[in-house]
C-alpha cells in the first residue's frame, strides 16, 4: 500500500513497495535475460541452470534487473492510487529488499507547488502605440529600395558598404596559417564579420590594389593557437563594388507592387497603413507581455528544481537541434563561443523558471475566473487555423493532438484575453 510520507510546496515523498510473490516473480524474469548473455563451461548459452547460475554468481547480480521490471508498475500504481499527479522524473531510492519481504521503495516526487495570486486585474498598464512618420515611411522606402539594388563596379575609393572582390593570405610571425587565405572573397566593409580592424584598412583604396593589413586576434578568439596574437595579411582588392538603388517611380511601383498602386504617393500611403498596424500589433504584444509579466510578479510561487531543470533541458536539446539543423555540433559552437554546455544551461535557466512560473499563474488565474472551453470554441479554433495555413481540419487536428490539449492552449489564450480586457489603463 502506498502511503505520502512527507508533503512540501511542489514536492511529496511517498512510500511504495512490492510483495515477496511480486519480488520473486521478477527476480524469474531478470534471470531469464540475463542467462541469455552468460557463458559457463559445459553449458549452452541460455541453458545454465538457476542453481548453478546462483552459485557461480551470487542471486543478488539479478536484483537490479529484477527493480527495473518492478518499478515501473509499482510506482504508476502508487500514484494513482495516493492520485497524484507527477510533473517530473522521480527520485527514487529502494529501502529494502529482500526475497522474505519483498521490495521498499521510497519516491520524492514532484508536483504542482502552490500558486498565491496577487493584483491581477485592474492594474492600469498602458497601451503605447507608436505613430508613423513620414520619415519612418521614407526610412522604410529606402530599406526596399536597398533589397532591390544592384551591385556594380566603381573605379573611385572603396566606402563602409561597398563590396571589395579580394585575395588575402594570412601570417603570423612569418608563418601561414590554417584558414588564412581564400580567393576571390566579396566582403561588404563595414559588416565587421572579419577580425576587428581589417575592414577598416580595406576603405579608402582605388582596385586594383594590394594591401598590407595588420591586426591582432581577439583573446577569446576560437582558435586558441592565434587567439591573442598579431598577424598579417596580403589582401589584393580585384574589384570595388557598389549599391546603386532604383530609382522610386510610378513604373518601379507599379512593376513592385504588381500594380496594387500605381503612383509613389499611393505607394507611400500604403506603406503607412501597413506600418501603423504593424505599431499597432507590436504594442498589443508589448502590452500583452506587460501585463502577464506584471500579474506573475503580484503572484507567489516557489518552482520546484527539479521541474526548472527538465524545462533547460528541453530548451538545451532544441537548441542542439537548431545549431545541428545548420550544420554545427555543439562541440563546436563551444569551441567557437568558448562557452561550455554547462554555461548555456545556466543561462538559460532564467528564462526556464519564468516560463513555468507564467504557466501556472496563468492556469491559476482561469481557475479563479472559472475560464472554460467548449467544444464549440475547439471546433471554431480548428477552422481558423485550417484557413490560416490552408489545412484541412482533420490534419490540425492530427497536428495539434487530441481535443484535451487544444482546450489547454484555448483556455490559455482566454485567459490572457481576460488580463487584457482588465488591465488597461
Known amino acids: 500500500m502506498a502511503e505520502i510520507l512527507k508533503k512540501e510546496d511542489g514536492q511529496i515523498v511517498i512510500s511504495f513497495s512490492s510483495t515477496k510473490e511480486e519480488f520473486n516473480k521478477a527476480l524469474d524474469v531478470a534471470f531469464k535475460k540475463v542467462v541469455k548473455r552468460v557463458n559457463a563451461p559445459g553449458f549452452r548459452k541460455g541453458k545454465l541452470p538457476r542453481g548453478v547460475f546462483n552459485k557461480m554468481y551470487g542471486e543478488e547480480s539479478l536484483y537490479q534487473d529484477a527493480i527495473d521490471y518492478l518499478l515501473p508498475p509499482a510506482y504508476q500504481k502508487a500514484i494513482e492510487e495516493l492520485e497524484l499527479n507527477p510533473l517530473a522524473m522521480p527520485e527514487i531510492d529502494v529501502k529494502e529488499i529482500s526475497k522474505e519481504t519483498g521490495v521498499a521503495f521510497e519516491a520524492t516526487v514532484t ?8 493584483e491581477y486585474k485592474n492594474l492600469a498598464i498602458e497601451k503605447e502605440v507608436v505613430a508613423v512618420t513620414d520619415a519612418d515611411v521614407d526610412a522604410r522606402v529606402e530599406e526596399i529600395l536597398s533589397r532591390q539594388a544592384e551591385w556594380a563596379i566603381k ?44 575592414e577598416d584598412q580595406l576603405v579608402g583604396h582605388v582596385a586594383p590594389k594590394d594591401v598590407e593589413v595588420n591586426v591582432t586576434f581577439p583573446e577569446n578568439y576560437q582558435v586558441a593557437d592565434l587567439a591573442g596574437k598579431d598577424a598579417k595579411f596580403e589582401v589584393t582588392i580585384h574589384d570595388v563594388k557598389e549599391k546603386q538603388l532604383p530609382e522610386l ?61 527538465q524545462e533547460v533541458n528541453g530548451m538545451f536539446s532544441n537548441f542542439k537541434g537548431n545549431l545541428e539543423r545548420q550544420g554545427l555540433s555543439i562541440d563546436l559552437y563551444e569551441q567557437f563561443t568558448g562557452q561550455k554546455s554547462a554555461d548555456i544551461k545556466a543561462q538559460m535557466s532564467e528564462e526556464a523558471e519564468k516560463k513555468i512560473k507564467t504557466s501556472f499563474v496563468l492556469d491559476e488565474v482561469s481557475k479563479a475566473e472559472n475560464i472554460e472551453v467548449t467544444e464549440e470554441d475547439v471546433a471554431k479554433e480548428i477552422k481558423i487555423l485550417a484557413d490560416a495555413y490552408s489545412m484541412s481540419e482533420e490534419d490540425v487536428k492530427k497536428n495539434l493532438g487530441s481535443n484535451f490539449e487544444i482546450k489547454s492552449e484555448l483556455i490559455i489564450k482566454k485567459t490572457v484575453e481576460f488580463l487584457n480586457e482588465n488591465n488597461a489603463k
Not at 111 to 118: D, E, S, T, Y
Not at 175 to 189: I, N, R, T
Not at 267 to 272: D, N, P, S, T, V
Request: cysteine-free; aromatic content about 8%; hydrophobic content about 40%.
Open 111 to 118: 508536483v504542482r507547488p502552490n500558486v498565491a495570486l496577487g
Open 249 to 309: 517611380t510610378d513604373e518601379f511601383v507599379k512593376d513592385l507592387t504588381k500594380e496594387s498602386a500605381t503612383t509613389v504617393a499611393e505607394y507611400k500611403a500604403k506603406l503607412k497603413e501597413e506600418m501603423t498596424k504593424e505599431n499597432e500589433d507590436k504594442a498589443e504584444r508589448a502590452y500583452s507581455d506587460a501585463v502577464i509579466a506584471k500579474v506573475v510578479e503580484n503572484a507567489t510561487i516557489n518552482v520546484p528544481a527539479k521541474l526548472i531543470e
Open 155 to 198: 573605379e573611385t575609393a572603396s566606402a563602409n558598404g561597398d563590396i571589395v572582390v579580394i585575395d588575402f593570405k594570412g601570417y603570423v610571425d612569418g608563418v601561414a596559417f590554417d584558414g588564412g587565405e581564400a580567393k576571390g572573397y566579396d566582403l561588404e566593409l563595414g559588416s565587421n564579420s572579419f577580425i576587428p580592424g581589417f
